[in-house]
């Protein structure tokens, strides 16, 4: 999707990590970072103790009780089951950081792998790597998922792991052009006459640098992956019911815009708070690890 | 400079967009120029019947373009329709129809046996590949003598054909016109109905208008000479929330609602309801039986009591629906109700404990049953993509957790759910069907059953299989209520819910009249002014 | 260059063999097909047996899987996609109008991105950290930090319902707007960052300096001196996204009742209908690889300092 965009843009910044401790002094210092970090701070906070505070229990029906408005009792009302809506949100934050944590591990884990193979390897290994990463960037997005399906059945975890694999791709791409623009550097070289395998030159010199771009890339692909798995609740092919994934209970909710708008409005701010303070944070870890912004 | 530039912007922008403000599209309000505009869920694939099973494409066909034999009335007895009458042979085996003469085709051709004829070898003629042969069952030749007569000869009496004639998929096109139009005749079909197709948007918009040569021979019709309406436009708006706000904003003349947006509009003196409470679907629970425990009667019976059919009622449906203790839906043509007020399952929880204890189940930790040490735990699957059917499960669920047997609830989309019913290791499922012929029944539970999950039973599977055969209205119906007696007994289905067809309609709309079916009789419609 | 581009060219020809290959493999993974998703839930397989099989017989489904592929390829050789189980009509005839629905929504739709992204781009490069920039990236972060869905009902609900700017079932060019502002504001969050990014690397180097130095006004600095150069690097994302929009918005086409071919992919879906699939999944990755092709021949054209290698 338009994460793709992100993987020519980083590729060009070229940035350079200068230490952990100075990145987290220069995010502090970032309105977007603060304002960003706090929020998903918060998510990641209550997807932990989110079942200690949570009023009621995001899975018990209780019919009488339908469709409330937000009141005292129920913060975010109560939905089409009687459940109430503020414990759902709550649960909710783990399948948030559940599918931002699995879909860019599985995305970055393969990808940052084939990037490296890719770029430091042979000529055929980066002609047929890449081809097949073409494949896969080319196929339409929604039929790429419904072959993951296809194979797995409906459920959160295969929407995961679809958005994963759709994911690969960019961080191939991403990886290859900076280890190509690495390779042949000075201390690369320098390597490589001390006796150096090629293993030992990708892992241990290759990948240090290339660090700070998967890092930036990575808080725009988790939003993208965030999104793209609910949308495929929309097709109901991801997260099943009566799971409180925010996706699942926005798509759940849509007949009643109109009649307990709570119900959609709720679980969609919710998408909307995570995604942005990832973008904000993403926007300021770009800013802090490019050398070019003034 | 810059700041300038930005607020100037700013000041343009807010002054032109309340400039694109158009009133909202209203039909126009002349009684001889009424424009009626529908709600389609989604675009028809085809207007050609004998290409499609699907319910849209038989909407749109059945109520507005085409014609059929035959129709049913409100006691679900079949009426002429096209045809002024009909004879059965002593065998069962040939039905001779008379027809209506001077009947004409929207584009001028006569209606007369031969162009009925040529409908139904189309659907026979294999390399048509009709989806619509699965209707005709032992049907094997169709002649016509003369014009007006029509004569069906079948290999083995098939009792459920009338109610199949009687459905659009059996309306009759033009043989003129399918010869003329060729493959793109699904885009331009002609028919006897009271409309004719005038423009169609694919995917957007169909534009019908009235049939100069229509003549209306329906019996339950009010009004008997052409449609009030001169036009009907059909549009198709898939999202929910976006037809309610057209039908609010006046742009819909008429829409079905969803179940929870009623309570909401019913209050609103903006629309007239129209409830039709005698429907043809069933929500129904089935089980596995080719494997324990559900092989046994008794673990059937005591899940069927252990649902609160009310409960269900007041959740998934918010009380637009009634609860169902017989096999058949309520619009079914022989559906009896007091089979169910017999022999149906009541809520009846101690009941259903009763009978799992008699069975060997005794209570084990954590509220759940347990025999054989093994925990009461079955898989409880169903379709996804629907609410009033996720919150069905949530409460079937809850039922039975009271009586301490535990689900887990599996749904996938449709295309996936019921080819994986055929594998076995499923325990119970909801479903829901829709038929207008009480065949349903044998066609769904007659061993080895649709799914191949239903255990053979002599006696029950001789019943079903004499119900298809009486060709005789009232032999059959004693028939079917044998079948339901039968299956309500051996607790093969545990009948749920029905819900039912809830329409608004603008407030100065009258007569928007269903027939038996719930198929619109869109000629009667009239708009005040 | 002209071997490199006839070796690119070249390339594009095993992308789409693997393609047509992976959709081949699904198909025979997928437990139904058309005919059988056409008959559940209405008709019982013992009623539909015969119609069932008529119809695999028809279109050639009852085949195994390497005959069906050579079929379908020898079809595409004279341009026939196969004909749609479902519609009874030609593949071709089914995408072909829808594309042309899509083409519409993705041209007005960019035009759209490129215009908010774009200025607020400027607008938070030219006020960096400051609340205007926080502002301007809000602006341009809205669209995509929304589920689309979400973003779609609630601009219907808002524009259609609420103000009533627009009826809710609309006609003609009106049909176009919502949905395209949607997918447009959704769209204009990547060119906003690149046009920030690129804008601020412009507006440091020396000879913005020169120029400011020199009297040049703030507005002709921003918008004739460093816009056209901040530019290719957008060219190059928008190209990206026509290549990505080009298989279909599905959401927003969906909601909007927008008939392109992300609203036909969603219901050949529903269908199980292949041929439809199919010929869904060429077209749209066969615009994806082709655009890429463009892009790439373009930009090493333009800016031969580029190396080969890093495209």
Known sequence: MSAALMAGEIAEAAPRATGWRWLLRQLLRHKQAQIGGTVLLVIVVCAFIGPYIAPYDPLKVDALNRLLPPSGAHWFGTDELGRDMFSRILFGTRYFALICLVSVSIAAGFGVLLGLIAGAGSYWGDMAIMRAMDVVLAFPFILLILAVVAV????????????GIAGVPNYARLVRGEVLSVKHEEYVEAMRALGAGPVRIMFGTVLPNVVSAIVVYTSYAMPVAVLSASALSFLGLGAQPPLPEWGAMVVGGRTFLRTAWWVVACPGMAIFVGVFSCNLLGNALRDVLDPRGT | MFRRMVLLAATLGCLVAPA?????????????????????????????????????????????????????DATGTPQPWLATGWTVSDDQKVVTFKL?????????????????????????????????????????????????????????????????????????????AIAKSGDQYGRNPVGTGPYMLKSWVPGTEITLVRNPHFQQFRGDALNKGAPYASQVVLTVISEEAVAQAALESGELTAANVAADAIDRMVQNP???????????????????????????????QAVSFAINRDAVVKAAFNGYAHTANDPLANGIPGYDAAIGAKYGPTFDPAAAKALLAKAGWTPGPDGKLVKDGKAAMFSLKSYSGFEVVDRTLSVIQSNLADIGIGTKIETADWGSFYPSLLKPDWDIDLMRWTSSDPSILSLLFRSPGHRKATLENAAQDDILDRCNTLMDQKARTACVGEAQISLLQTATIAPVASDWVVIFTQANVKDYNLDFFNNLIPGDIQVAE | MLRYTLRRILLTVPVIVGILLVTFAIKSLIPTDAVTAMFEGQVTEAEGQQAIANMRAKYGLDQPWYVQFGRYVEGLSHGDLGTSVRTTRPVLDEIGFRYLKTLQLTFTALGVALLVGVTSGIVAAYRKDSWLDVTATTISLFGISMPAFFFSLLVIMVFSVWLKWLPVMPRGWEALLLPAVTLGLIEAAPLARVTRSSMLEILGREYMRAARAKGVGEAALLLRHALPNALLAVATIVGLQIGHLLSGAFIIEVIFGWRGIGELAVRAIEWRDFAITQGIILIGSGTFVMLNLVIDLLYTWIDPRISYETA
């Open chain 2, 270 to 300: 903006q629309f007239h309801t129209v409830i039709n409470k005698v429907v043809t679907n069933l929500y129904f629970v089935e089980f596995n039986e080719t494997h324990p425990p559900f092989n046994d009667p008794a673990m059937r």
């Open chain 2, 20 to 72: 694109w403000r158009t009133p909202a599209r209203a039909a126009p309000a002349r009684a001889a120029d009424t424009v009626l505009h529908f709600r389609l869920g989604e675009d028809p694939e085809t207007l050609y019947n004998i290409k499609s099973l699907s319910l849209t494409v038989n909407s749109v066909l059945g109520a507005y373009l085409l014609e059929r034999l035959v129709y049913f």
């Open chain 1, 152 to 163: 797995l059945g409906p459920s959160l975890w295969t929407a995961m792991i679809a958005v």
């Open chain 2, 100 to 176: 209506r003469s001077g009947v004409v085709f929207s584009d001028g051709t006569p209606f007369n046996a031969a162009a009925a004829k040529s409908q139904f070898d189309l659907v026979l003629d294999k390399a048509n590949a009709s989806p619509l042969l699965s209707r005709l069952g032992t049907l094997r030749k169709v002649e016509a003598p003369d014009p007006t007569t029509l004569v069906f000869s079948f290999s083995a009496p098939y009792a459920p054909f009338f109610a199949n004639i009687a459905q659009a998929g059996f309306g009759f096109n033009s043989p003129t």
